[in-house]
């Protein structure tokens, strides 16, 4: 059994859905560079090892169905950290992102942003960023504002 062979039995296995990321990730947020990158190989790869050695679990509410790897920054796209990754499950993921395009934002201030306004890390980082402060309390205050 040759080795991309092996890592779809893998993704079978453990019911990695490549389909339903792709689907996610067809929307504007993310440039066509980025769409070609999840058909990557390496982008399979990155996904078995990341689930290898770390919970298959919505990092917000703890579900385990439609699970996606977010990227909390791009900043080392093709060659990324582990920790650059973290899991969500489909509905926290795009409300992940409709945050990010509601307030144009980086991914990265995004992510904060949007792991303090649910609870998962605490304000004090953010507030020494006074305009991403302003944001995460915008956003609390119009949760559902374009849903
Ligand atoms: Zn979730
Ligand atoms: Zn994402």
């Known amino acids: 059994m040759g080795n991309?062979?092996?890592i779809v039995e893998h993704m079978e296995k453990h019911n990695i859905d490549i389909d339903e990321l792709i689907e996610l990730f067809s929307t504007p947020w993310i440039p066509a560079e980025h769409k070609r990158y999840l058909k990557s190989?390496?982008?399979?790869?990155?996904?078995?090892?990341?689930?290898?050695?770390r919970p298959r679990a919505c990092?917000?509410?703890?579900?385990t169905e439609k699970i996606h790897l977010h990227?909390?920054?791009?900043?080392?796209?093709?060659n990324e950290d582990l920790d650059d990754l973290i899991t969500l499950c489909n509905v926290h993921h795009s409300e992940l992102h409709s945050l990010q395009n509601r307030f144009n934002l980086m991914v990265e201030d995004?992510?904060?942003?949007?792991?303090?306004c649910a609870g998962k890390v605490g304000f004090g980082e953010l507030k020494k960023n006074?305009?991403?402060?302003?944001v995460a309390k915008?956003?609390?205050?119009?949760?559902?504002?374009?849903?």
């Open 4 to 6: 991309s062979e092996r």
């Open 41 to 53: 190989h390496h982008w399979r790869l990155k996904k078995v090892e990341y689930f290898e050695s």
């Open 59 to 63: 990092y917000v509410c703890g579900v």
């Open 71 to 78: 990227h909390r920054t791009y900043a080392n796209i093709w």
């Open 110 to 116: 995004a992510t904060d942003v949007y792991l303090a």
């Open 130 to 134: 006074r305009a991403l402060a302003k």
């Open 138 to 147: 915008e956003y609390l205050k119009r949760p559902n504002d374009d849903d």
